[in-house]
């Protein structure tokens, strides 16, 4: 007897051992969540490594989390598992900061006095700026833009479209039967966010008074704007994939964003440019965008020094990261935008100059995620005249009210 119980209190103290280890390893670890997959996911992790041979005193261990934001649910529910960082996209800040489950990121921006406002691409911070309160720090801003094909456009003799960056709904119905069969103006990549574009070039909003505004003059004003476009046979058909009839060359314009720069240099003779996305007037043109923001979900087991590694960790972003231009984003950090390695990039263009920024227009309404959501959904049939526009917006409006409906009161979304 004494014997086994001396085995198994030496077993015990091993095993304590090991989970002291274990432990005290964890201490000196952020676990970093994101999104991140394929290419974009390979940058972040060069980017990690770049940063951890540094020997900081806390290493960052980078998680490509598939499905996350359903596991970000669970975790925040549970207590358990949160990650100590994460990548959220930016339309997701105010609903986490109403729900009370980001911690404000003060602590961050105390310790790295170069963290601020004036040291970022202004509507990225701001994104995460919420009753005064600091929640998150821009690494991007990713946009809906559109490409075109410069061969394409010398053919048509359309390469005066671009002589003010502002390629107009009219100009393009103006190479109505002129094209050659199987060539096309536009393709319908991206719809949905060239839809919401659209919404802001007509001065209008997807909300009044913090009421969801899907069901109104103006949205219905931009889907007829751009389904002029494909009743008139410009744009690729309904079905096609109009993102690689791009890339055979055979559209002139293709509205995809920003980080597709990086596959279509891939494509050997496609000989392409980047512009704006098109409007209905040369007056306002608007590139609806997106933003990667470092966030701190709700986590009591994060530890003052692992908040201070944080800190570290994004002011070494802040510094270094012109690697993630190699993804084609619109690094938000000016010390790396404004340098003038980034200028080698295309997306560059969209940071060239004031007039530019603003148009990278980016959605902070609390309930942005379900209007998207209801766009993409119905867009490609509303644009394509399969549906009555009129009884598809009430629709679309019934679907964002009733999803928020379901999720008043409940758990993380």
């Excluded at 669970?74 to 729900?99: C, E, F, M, W």
């Excluded at 060359?249 to 964003?257: A, M, N, Q, Y």
Aim: proline share 3%; with cysteine.
């Amino acid at each position: 007897m004494k014997k086994k119980w001396g085995l198994s209190l030496l077993s015990l103290v091993l095993l304590s051992t090991l989970l002291a280890g274990c432990g005290n390893d964890d201490k000196k670890t952020i676990t970093f969540w994101t999104p991140l997959t394929g290419d974009d996911g390979a940058y972040m992790d060069q980017l990690v490594k770049d940063y951890n041979a540094t020997n900081p005193e806390i290493k960052v261990k980078h998680v490509v989390t598939a499905d996350m934001y359903t596991k970000i649910s669970t975790v925040l529910n549970s207590g358990k598992g949160v990650p100590d960082l994460s990548i959220i996209h930016a339309d997701r800040i105010p609903g986490y900061v109403k729900q009370g489950q980001l911690e404000p990121m003060t602590a961050v921006t105390t310790a790295q006095p170069e963290i601020k406002q004036e040291n970022y691409l202004p509507q990225a911070w701001s994104t995460g700026t919420i009753d005064g309160t600091q929640y998150s720090v821009p690494l991007d801003i990713h946009s809906n833009v559109m490409y075109y094909n410069k061969d394409l456009l010398k053919k048509y003799n359309a390469e005066s479209f671009l002589d003010d960056n502002v390629v107009t709904i009219d100009e393009m119905l103006s190479l109505q039967g002129k094209m050659q069969e199987g060539d096309y103006v536009v393709n319908d990549a991206l719809l949905g966010w060239v839809i919401l574009g659209q919404v802001q070039d007509l001065g209008g909003d997807i909300q009044e008074n913090g009421k969801p505004a899907v069901d109104t003059p103006v949205m219905k004003q931009a889907f007829e704007n751009v389904k002029k476009i494909n009743d008139a046979g410009l744009m690729t058909p309904f079905g096609e994939d109009g993102y690689l009839m791009f890339q055979s060359g055979k559209v002139l314009f293709s509205t995809d964003g920003t980080w597709s720069s990086t596959a279509h240099a891939k494509v050997e003779g496609l000989n392409f440019g980047v512009t704006n996305v098109y409007s209905p007037t040369a007056d306002k043109f608007t590139n609806r965008s997106s933003s990667h923001m470092f966030a701190m979900l709700k986590n009591k087991d994060r530890s003052e020094e692992k908040v201070a590694g944080i800190g570290k960790f994004l002011e070494y972003i802040r510094e270094n990261s012109i690697e993630w231009a190699k993804a084609g984003q619109i690094v938000a950090s000016k010390k790396v935008n404004e340098s003038p390695e980034f200028k080698n990039y295309m997306q560059s263009f969209f940071t060239s100059n004031e007039k530019e920024i603003k148009s990278l227009y980016i959605y902070t309404y609390e309930y942005y995620p379900y209007i998207a959501e209801a766009i993409d959904t119905y867009c490609g049939d509303i644009v394509r005249g399969n549906v009555d526009i009129d009884e598809t917006l009430k629709t679309m409006q019934k679907f964002v009210e009733d999803k928020i409906a379901e999720g008043t009161g409940g758990a993380a979304k």
